[in-house]
């Protein structure tokens, strides 16, 4: 064979694939479009979110990249919902655009392993009798083979690109699609779909009125999302706030009969959750205004982003409804707002491990396989990667439960439920979201990290004292009693005389800042430690029910399936739960009782036949 494994895309899936491959010891082909288009933020040139945030620091646990890539170039930093619980936090930097694609440019050059070539794949080389993938096929006639190959190809297979009555073959605007993959996986027999997705206008910094525009500035601690960082010294750079009003809805609706989604060219499904100015005005008319972030595309750019307008009307319509906008009354449009569709793939012809039941040693990831944002792309080719050298190493695959990682909840709501419009991440996804804080990241995930190979000795020496200390933060807590002196400093302790710290912080009156006044022994430990350990104790009570919630879960994915499970030999099934079970191959009872349209009944029946079959 020419090399180990290929990945197909030079996007946050395909650079986090190709990474670990190369880092795991196999020989790699990194095959991309354009090399100069390697990690470009399309959208938001931002990483990080509620839930987001979380999936960031999972795979900074595990291994991959992203989340350094953010720490060198970020230019604003928050903490999201600060005021509400820390279940429901989490961090979100705005990048500079340009420095995040060459830092990950140079970080892929740098690898040993990794050999980066520019071409398009328009066909894959498969053993048919073996159902095995054998390599690719490209636009210039190259073929190159692999034992793995990662597919993740984003929006551009088969992609178009619409703004008003214009319309192209292209994946980005000014970038060309990847045309004929998609046709060769119909022919294979994948199930593939059409999504849509769509981005706003980039407009000229000088011409933007800032007075009358809201200043949103970041928090002035920026923290990493990298473990292996202590502490960011970036650019603090702010981002803006203003609104629609009824004029600019009113321009949209007298021109929506030139929008491509509503005047029928676009027929592929777009994000529910992140939709258009045009599907806003129209889907919501009892609303007089929208929110408008206008945030910057980094450090040497005039280039601002307007988060929340994105808009696929012609580019007169875009400049007339934006310039009825507080402070875009001048605005210049250096480009416009666009949408673009795109070939997908039904996710449920995945195994968790990301590798496809149609052909052995072929993994898909990313908005490949139906989702929006970088995170979830780069949580998904991290996982493919770890998962096909797992493969060419002959080891069971890396399967991330719900109740250990967000991630493992972004990838069982695809494999399991499938997904006919962009998936996005939230928090309200996961059922354990208290067990999955951003903070926590590491204690849960860096041993797998180490254990699979990404992670090395010196991070592993650097995370087993984080965890010394937070034990000894915690016994400390618990040993250290209110003494007199303390009540004289803080009078309130008097109820709490010969209580322990621990039994204190329970109090939502106290928090750890004012224990670490009272003994010098606690200031010898950072912040960060202090405080996670104080969210630990202040929530200990909803974790043990979480926890108890966790074992209970744990005990039914415990219940492996073969893949090979005969259903139409499992008498009592219903008939729709035997084709949903056929069509998904669960691997444990858990994730069949996920199914959509499985019932508790036919999962019943399920467990007594397996229990039978065992011989228990």
Known sequence: MDFDAITIGGGHAGIEAGLALARLGFKTLFITQNLDCIAKLSCNPAVGGLAKGNVVREIDALGGEMAKFIDSTMIQFRILNRSKGPAVQAPRAQADKAAYALLAKHTLEQEKNLSLFQDTVVDLICDSKM??????????GNRFTAGV????????????????????????????????????????????????????????????????????KGDEVQLAFSFSNDSISRPHVPCYITYTSKVTHKIIRDNIKYSPLYGGKIVGIGPRYCPSIEDKVMRFPDRDRHQIFVEPEGLNTQEMYLNGISSSLPEQVQERFL????????????????????????????????????????????????????????????????????????????????????????????????TKEPYRLFTSRAEHRLCLRYD???????????????????????????????????????KRKVEA???????????????????????????????????????????????????????????????EQVARFKRLEKLKISSGFNYD????????????????????????????????????????????????
Request: hydrophobic share 40%; charged share 25%.
């Open 149 to 216: 190959v990662v597919l993740t190809t984003g929006t551009f297979m088969e992609a178009k690109i619409f703004i008003g009555d214009y319309v192209a073959s292209s994946g980005r605007l000014g970038e060309p699609a990847a045309v004929g993959l998609g046709a060769s996986l119909r022919r294979i027999g994948f199930k593939v779909g059409r999504l849509k997705t769509g981005t706003p206008a980039r407009v000229l910094k000088s011409s933007l009125d800032f007075a009358k525009l809201e200043e949103q």
């Open 485 to 547: 002196r303390d009540i004289i400093i803080v009078p309130l302790l008097e109820k709490y005389k010969g209580k322990s710290f621990s039994q204190i912080l329970k109090d939502p009156e106290f928090d750890i800042s004012m224990l670490r006044k009272l003994d010098g022994a606690l200031t010898d430990f950072n912040d960060a430690l202090c405080r996670q350990i104080e969210l630990d104790i202040k929530y200990q009570g909803y974790l043990k029910r979480q926890n």
């Open 131 to 140: 159902k095995k993938i054998r390599g690719v096929v490209t636009e210039r």
């Open 323 to 418: 310039r009825t906008v507080p402070g875009l009354e001048h605005v210049v449009i250096m480009k416009p707002g666009y949408a673009v569709e795109y070939d997908y793939l039904n996710p449920t012809q995945l195994y968790p491990s990301l590798e496809t039941k149609l052909l052995q040693g072929l993994f898909i990831a990313g908005q490949t396989n139906g989702t929006s944002g970088y995170e979830e792309a780069a949580a998904q080719g991290l996982l493919a990667g770890i998962n096909a050298a797992l493969k060419l190493q002959k080891k069971k695959p890396l399967i991330l439960s719900r109740a250990e990682a967000y991630i493992g909840v972004l990838i069982d709501d695809l494999v399991t439920l499938g």
């Open 569 to 616: 030999a499992a008498e009592g099934l219903s008939k729709e739960s035997r084709e949903k079970l056929k069509e998904i191959r669960p691997l444990s009872v858990g994730q069949a009782s996920r199914i959509a349209g499985v019932r508790n009944s036919d999962i019943a029946v399920l467990l007594i036949y397996l229990t039978k079959k065992s011989g228990a």
């Open 440 to 478: 926590t990241a590491d204690i849960r995930l860096f041993p797998k990290g180490y254990q699979v190979g990404l992670q090395n000795r010196e991070a592993n020496q650097r995370f087993e004292a984080k965890v010394k200390k937070l034990d000894e933060i915690n016994e400390l807590l618990h």
